[in-house]
């Protein structure tokens, strides 16, 4: 398979399933474009794997070591075509592609179970899973800088997987997944345990100030994160603003309504994530 066609590919995989990368990517010039495709498909790869519930962990986990050596000999792959693409952008521009190998681990502690007792045990989790995909989209975006944006950008990714966890509170423990440091729900007396009809046994005031107070947390890595798009061209500035702005919107719902997070998946309607990457072009990032 050709570049081309392995970009088109990739295209083709951000346009059916990133529901809220896409805006951002669109608004990127066409080599870029290309080059975070296949960044993104790459990842996705690597998040069906981990999010595959009907097949063993253990065959899941052999898929994710199957993926990290494929990744590991990245040219050699010519009918892959995430890895054909994959291998160009990063020929073209300076793309981390050892950061993978941290979104692989994140995946492989989803894999396992892995609980999180304080906030820098998430932490840890955060950075391997988001930050990580930030450092990859700041190798396509360019920097003059990059020892000061590295650090920005895995703050935003860290800022992005936090509202993530907000935001999927409830499908995550409906599953049995809860992400939250047990030492944070000690802290507001809560368990984030459901009855069979799903309904959280926890006071409602003391599961809103919990949310609230997490929510605060992901504002502050958003406060850092976003002194990221100075440091970039107008382009892929606005890039990284509108997906980051669509976040942020979903941040201050949930921070105005926390029960109604945790009742239901919070989401923005197609035209606010429109409105939003708007902005970020016209260089507005509130």
Request: proline share 5%; aromatic share 6%; glycine share 6%.
């Amino acid at each position: 398979m050709d570049a081309p066609d392995a970009y088109r590919h990739c295209e083709s995989v951000v346009r059916s399933q990133a529901r809220n990368f896409s805006y951002g990517i669109r608004l990127l010039p066409p080599p870029k474009r290309r080059a975070l495709s296949a960044v993104y498909a790459f990842a996705r790869r690597i998040d069906d794997i981990g999010d595959d519930h009907d097949a063993p962990a253990a065959d899941r986990l052999s898929r994710l070591a199957d993926e990290r050596d494929r990744l590991a000999a990245v040219d050699s792959h010519p009918s892959d075509p995430v890895l054909v693409a994959l291998a160009d952008a990063a020929r073209r521009h300076p793309v981390p592609l050892d950061a993978f190998g941290e979104l692989i681990d994140g995946c492989e502690a989803d894999v396992r179970g892995e609980t999180y007792d304080t906030f820098d045990d998430l932490l840890w989790y955060c950075r391997c899973v988001a930050g990580a995909v930030g450092r990859l989209s700041l190798g396509v975006f360019g920097t003059s800088d990059r020892e000061t944006a590295v650090p920005r950008a895995d703050a935003l990714g860290v800022a992005l997987q936090l509202t993530n966890i907000l935001r999927d509170v409830r499908e995550d423990g409906l599953s049995g997944r809860v992400y939250l440091p047990a030492k944070d729900l000690v802290r507001f007396g809560c368990t984030l345990e459901r009855d069979g009809a799903g309904r959280l046994h926890d006071e409602p005031e003391r599961l809103a100030d919990l949310v609230r107070f997490e929510a605060g947390r992901a504002a502050e890595w958003y406060d850092t994160g976003l002194q990221l798009l100075p440091m970039l061209d107008r382009r892929s500035a606005a890039c990284a603003g509108a997906m980051a702005g669509i976040y942020r919107q979903l941040l201050r719902r949930i921070t105005a309504d926390p029960l109604a997070a945790l009742d239901h998946r919070t989401s923005l309607p197609a035209w606010q994530k429109a409105t939003v990457s708007a902005r970020a072009m016209a260089g507005i990032h509130r």
